[in-house]
T-cell receptor
Framework: GQQVMQIPQYQHVQEGEDFTTYCNSSTTLSNIQWYKQRPGGHPVFLIQLVKSGEVKKQKRLTFQFGEAKKNSSLHITATQTTDVGTYFC????????????FGKGTLLTVNP | DGGITQSPKYLFRKEGQNVTLSCEQNLNHDAMYWYRQDPGQGLRLIYYSQIVNDFQKGDIAEGYSVSREKKESFPLTVTSAQKNPTAFYLCASSVRDSERSPLHFGNGTRLTVT
Protein backbone atom coordinates (compact mmCIF):
# COMPACT_ATOMS: atom_id res chain seq x y z
CA GLY A 1 0.00 0.00 0.00
CA GLN A 2 0.91 3.63 -0.20
CA GLN A 3 3.45 4.83 2.35
CA VAL A 4 4.40 8.35 3.26
CA MET A 5 7.66 8.74 5.14
CA GLN A 6 8.42 11.92 7.02
CA ILE A 7 11.73 13.00 8.55
CA PRO A 8 12.98 13.98 10.99
CA GLN A 9 10.69 12.66 13.71
CA TYR A 10 11.83 15.38 16.12
CA GLN A 11 13.60 18.69 15.69
CA HIS A 12 14.66 21.07 18.42
CA VAL A 13 15.87 24.52 17.41
CA GLN A 14 16.80 27.81 18.98
CA GLU A 15 14.38 30.60 18.26
CA GLY A 16 15.48 32.33 15.07
CA GLU A 17 16.93 29.21 13.47
CA ASP A 18 15.44 27.67 10.35
CA PHE A 19 13.57 24.35 10.25
CA THR A 20 12.79 21.89 7.48
CA THR A 21 10.74 18.72 7.42
CA TYR A 22 10.72 16.32 4.48
CA CYS A 23 8.07 14.01 3.17
CA ASN A 24 8.58 11.12 0.73
CA SER A 25 5.99 8.89 -0.87
CA SER A 26 6.44 5.41 -2.28
CA THR A 27 4.02 6.30 -5.08
CA THR A 28 3.27 9.32 -7.23
CA LEU A 29 0.80 11.65 -5.55
CA SER A 30 -2.01 13.67 -7.09
CA ASN A 31 -1.59 16.25 -4.35
CA ILE A 32 -0.08 16.72 -0.93
CA GLN A 33 -1.46 18.55 2.07
CA TRP A 34 0.28 19.88 5.15
CA TYR A 35 -1.23 20.13 8.61
CA LYS A 36 -0.05 21.55 11.93
CA GLN A 37 -1.03 20.15 15.31
CA ARG A 38 -0.27 22.23 18.37
CA PRO A 39 0.48 20.32 21.60
CA GLY A 40 -2.81 19.05 23.00
CA GLY A 41 -4.68 20.20 19.92
CA HIS A 42 -5.98 18.82 16.67
CA PRO A 43 -4.49 18.97 13.17
CA VAL A 44 -5.21 22.16 11.26
CA PHE A 45 -4.92 22.37 7.50
CA LEU A 46 -2.11 24.63 6.30
CA ILE A 47 -1.84 24.24 2.55
CA GLN A 48 -2.22 21.96 -0.45
CA LEU A 49 0.19 21.46 -3.34
CA VAL A 50 -1.03 20.04 -6.61
CA LYS A 51 1.36 20.83 -9.45
CA SER A 52 4.73 19.26 -10.13
CA GLY A 53 7.50 21.52 -8.82
CA GLU A 54 5.01 23.82 -7.11
CA VAL A 55 6.26 26.23 -4.46
CA LYS A 56 3.94 28.12 -2.12
CA LYS A 57 4.70 30.55 0.66
CA GLN A 58 2.81 31.57 3.77
CA LYS A 59 4.79 34.29 5.53
CA ARG A 60 7.82 32.45 6.96
CA LEU A 61 6.66 29.03 5.70
CA THR A 62 7.70 27.69 2.29
CA PHE A 63 6.16 24.54 0.87
CA GLN A 64 7.55 22.62 -2.09
CA PHE A 65 6.24 19.72 -4.18
CA GLY A 66 8.82 17.70 -6.04
CA GLU A 67 9.03 17.45 -9.80
CA ALA A 68 8.11 13.77 -9.70
CA LYS A 69 5.26 14.48 -7.25
CA LYS A 70 6.68 11.95 -4.80
CA ASN A 71 8.26 14.26 -2.26
CA SER A 72 7.56 17.50 -0.49
CA SER A 73 9.11 19.78 2.08
CA LEU A 74 8.11 22.46 4.55
CA HIS A 75 10.69 25.07 5.47
CA ILE A 76 10.24 27.61 8.25
CA THR A 77 12.53 30.62 8.26
CA ALA A 78 13.53 32.18 11.57
CA THR A 79 11.42 30.02 13.84
CA GLN A 80 9.34 31.53 16.63
CA THR A 81 7.92 29.92 19.75
CA THR A 82 4.51 30.02 18.11
CA ASP A 83 5.78 27.53 15.51
CA VAL A 84 5.92 24.76 18.13
CA GLY A 85 3.87 21.70 17.18
CA THR A 86 3.81 18.64 15.00
CA TYR A 87 3.79 19.11 11.25
CA PHE A 88 2.18 16.39 9.16
CA CYS A 89 2.23 15.83 5.46
CA UNK A 90 -0.59 13.86 3.89
CA UNK A 91 -0.67 12.57 0.35
CA UNK A 92 -3.32 11.32 -2.01
CA UNK A 93 -2.95 9.05 -4.97
CA UNK A 94 -5.07 9.71 -8.01
CA UNK A 95 -8.62 8.41 -8.07
CA UNK A 96 -11.53 9.23 -5.81
CA UNK A 97 -11.27 6.02 -3.81
CA UNK A 98 -7.83 6.76 -2.49
CA UNK A 99 -7.71 8.33 0.94
CA UNK A 100 -5.20 10.65 2.50
CA UNK A 101 -2.15 8.86 3.86
CA PHE A 102 -0.46 10.76 6.64
CA GLY A 103 3.21 10.81 7.47
CA LYS A 104 4.13 10.27 11.13
CA GLY A 105 4.86 13.93 11.56
CA THR A 106 7.78 16.04 12.74
CA LEU A 107 7.58 17.47 16.25
CA LEU A 108 9.18 20.90 16.35
CA THR A 109 10.21 22.44 19.64
CA VAL A 110 11.68 25.93 19.85
CA ASN A 111 13.90 27.15 22.63
CA PRO A 112 13.29 30.86 23.32
CA ASP B 1 -19.70 29.11 14.25
CA GLY B 2 -19.50 26.04 12.06
CA GLY B 3 -17.32 23.21 13.15
CA ILE B 4 -16.93 19.65 14.32
CA THR B 5 -17.81 18.68 17.86
CA GLN B 6 -16.41 15.58 19.47
CA SER B 7 -17.53 14.49 22.88
CA PRO B 8 -16.44 13.76 25.45
CA LYS B 9 -12.90 15.14 25.50
CA TYR B 10 -11.72 12.40 27.86
CA LEU B 11 -13.27 8.96 28.23
CA PHE B 12 -12.38 6.15 30.57
CA ARG B 13 -13.64 2.58 30.23
CA LYS B 14 -12.96 -0.81 31.64
CA GLU B 15 -11.61 -3.51 29.40
CA GLY B 16 -14.34 -5.57 27.79
CA GLN B 17 -16.82 -2.72 27.46
CA ASN B 18 -17.94 -1.19 24.22
CA VAL B 19 -17.79 2.60 24.04
CA THR B 20 -19.21 5.06 21.52
CA LEU B 21 -17.49 8.29 20.58
CA SER B 22 -19.64 11.12 19.30
CA CYS B 23 -18.89 13.31 16.27
CA GLU B 24 -21.23 16.01 15.02
CA GLN B 25 -20.59 18.58 12.30
CA ASN B 26 -22.58 21.60 11.14
CA LEU B 27 -20.37 22.39 8.15
CA ASN B 28 -22.76 20.64 5.74
CA HIS B 29 -19.91 18.38 4.68
CA ASP B 30 -20.69 15.16 2.85
CA ALA B 31 -17.60 13.18 3.83
CA MET B 32 -16.65 12.25 7.38
CA TYR B 33 -13.70 10.29 8.75
CA TRP B 34 -12.38 8.69 11.90
CA TYR B 35 -8.65 8.64 12.60
CA ARG B 36 -6.67 7.16 15.41
CA GLN B 37 -3.49 8.82 16.70
CA ASP B 38 -0.92 7.12 18.92
CA PRO B 39 2.20 8.81 20.36
CA GLY B 40 4.86 9.25 17.69
CA GLN B 41 2.51 7.93 15.03
CA GLY B 42 0.74 9.61 12.22
CA LEU B 43 -2.99 9.54 11.76
CA ARG B 44 -4.37 6.16 10.78
CA LEU B 45 -7.73 5.93 9.07
CA ILE B 46 -10.34 3.77 10.80
CA TYR B 47 -13.51 4.37 8.80
CA TYR B 48 -14.83 6.95 6.39
CA SER B 49 -18.18 7.86 4.92
CA GLN B 50 -18.85 9.75 1.72
CA ILE B 51 -22.62 9.90 2.06
CA VAL B 52 -25.42 9.11 4.47
CA ASN B 53 -26.05 5.40 5.02
CA ASP B 54 -22.76 4.44 3.43
CA PHE B 55 -19.30 3.94 4.89
CA GLN B 56 -16.08 2.10 4.11
CA LYS B 57 -13.32 0.54 6.16
CA GLY B 58 -10.05 2.35 6.42
CA ASP B 59 -6.66 0.89 7.19
CA ILE B 60 -7.36 -0.24 10.77
CA ALA B 61 -11.09 -0.98 10.98
CA GLU B 62 -10.86 -4.19 13.01
CA GLY B 63 -12.53 -3.82 16.39
CA TYR B 64 -14.43 -0.68 15.40
CA SER B 65 -17.88 0.03 13.97
CA VAL B 66 -19.61 3.16 12.68
CA SER B 67 -22.97 4.38 11.46
CA ARG B 68 -24.00 7.29 9.26
CA GLU B 69 -27.73 7.73 9.69
CA LYS B 70 -27.56 11.51 9.43
CA LYS B 71 -25.32 13.79 7.42
CA GLU B 72 -24.28 15.65 10.55
CA SER B 73 -23.35 12.65 12.68
CA PHE B 74 -20.76 9.88 12.42
CA PRO B 75 -20.42 8.02 15.74
CA LEU B 76 -17.62 5.53 16.28
CA THR B 77 -18.00 2.47 18.52
CA VAL B 78 -14.86 0.95 19.95
CA THR B 79 -15.75 -2.65 20.67
CA SER B 80 -14.22 -5.07 23.13
CA ALA B 81 -12.63 -6.79 20.14
CA GLN B 82 -10.21 -3.88 19.66
CA LYS B 83 -7.00 -5.11 21.25
CA ASN B 84 -5.36 -1.75 21.98
CA PRO B 85 -8.17 0.79 22.25
CA THR B 86 -6.35 3.41 24.34
CA ALA B 87 -5.59 6.25 21.93
CA PHE B 88 -6.50 9.73 20.77
CA TYR B 89 -9.43 9.60 18.33
CA LEU B 90 -9.98 12.34 15.78
CA CYS B 91 -13.06 12.89 13.69
CA ALA B 92 -12.80 14.90 10.50
CA SER B 93 -14.98 16.05 7.65
CA SER B 94 -14.51 17.47 4.18
CA VAL B 95 -16.65 19.15 1.58
CA ARG B 96 -16.69 15.97 -0.46
CA ASP B 97 -14.42 13.06 -0.84
CA SER B 98 -12.54 14.44 -3.77
CA GLU B 99 -8.83 14.55 -4.33
CA ARG B 100 -8.46 18.15 -3.24
CA SER B 101 -10.63 18.55 -0.20
CA PRO B 102 -8.78 19.46 3.00
CA LEU B 103 -9.88 17.85 6.23
CA HIS B 104 -11.46 19.76 9.09
CA PHE B 105 -10.79 18.06 12.40
CA GLY B 106 -12.65 18.03 15.68
CA ASN B 107 -10.85 18.52 19.00
CA GLY B 108 -10.55 14.79 19.54
CA THR B 109 -11.49 12.31 22.25
CA ARG B 110 -8.80 10.75 24.39
CA LEU B 111 -9.91 7.23 25.29
CA THR B 112 -8.28 5.30 28.10
CA VAL B 113 -9.17 1.65 28.63
CA THR B 114 -7.93 -0.13 31.72
Amino acid sequence: GQQVMQIPQYQHVQEGEDFTTYCNSSTTLSNIQWYKQRPGGHPVFLIQLVKSGEVKKQKRLTFQFGEAKKNSSLHITATQTTDVGTYFCAGRRGGSNYKLTFGKGTLLTVNP
Amino acid sequence: DGGITQSPKYLFRKEGQNVTLSCEQNLNHDAMYWYRQDPGQGLRLIYYSQIVNDFQKGDIAEGYSVSREKKESFPLTVTSAQKNPTAFYLCASSVRDSERSPLHFGNGTRLTVT
